[in-house]
């Protein structure tokens, strides 16, 4: 299933995705999944839900790292237990043919789901707890769909 559900990637590169025990993932409190390509490291995939089914992306780690820590666009978790990183994607149709591609600094190892449940270090007294975590998940939730809805515009 997953590797028909790829967009913006050749056949010769999906033939080549190492997946991950699929088997041994927790979906539970997952709102994608991400994972790096053990044999080709700069490599990392990203499958996710959207409203007209699944969609995978292939994505390219870049070779330069932020020069300060960098905030994750995804969980904007200001107290990241991982780096945040670039990460590219190619376009989907002609324009990812041409080479248009889209970057986005997210998690390296994809843990924006853990970090979006977590509850803010400090809070006042009398905070709706739950509702501070639905807003953070709904809110990543949102920011991956959108990132996922601009690699796959027709932009021709």
């Known amino acids: 299933m997953i590797r028909s559900a790829f967009r913006g ?21 997952l709102d994608f999944l991400g994972w790096r390509d053990p044999k080709i490291p700069r490599r990392a995939y990203l499958v996710v839900e959207q409203t ?3 969609v995978a992306l292939l994505l390219t780690r870049a070779t330069a790292t932020p020069r300060g820590r960098a905030m994750c666009s995804w969980c904007t978790d200001v107290n990241l237990t991982e780096a945040a ?26 843990g924006c789901s853990r970090h979006a449940r977590q509850l803010p270090p400090a809070y006042h007294r009398g905070t709706d707890l739950d509702a501070v975590r639905a807003d953070r998940v709904a809110a990543l939730r949102r920011r991956i769909r959108t990132f996922v809805d601009e690699v796959l515009a027709d932009n021709d």
Do not use: Q
Request: overall charge positive; hydrophobic content about 40%.
């Open 9 to 29: 990637a050749t056949r010769s590169e999906v033939a080549r995705v190492t997946y991950p025990d699929l088997g041994s993932i927790n979906f539970a409190g």
């Open 52 to 54: 007209d089914g699944v």
């Open 85 to 110: 990183v670039l990460y590219t994607v190619r376009r989907a149709g002609a324009a990812g043919r041409r080479g248009s591609t889209l970057g986005i600094l997210i998690c390296e190892r994809f």
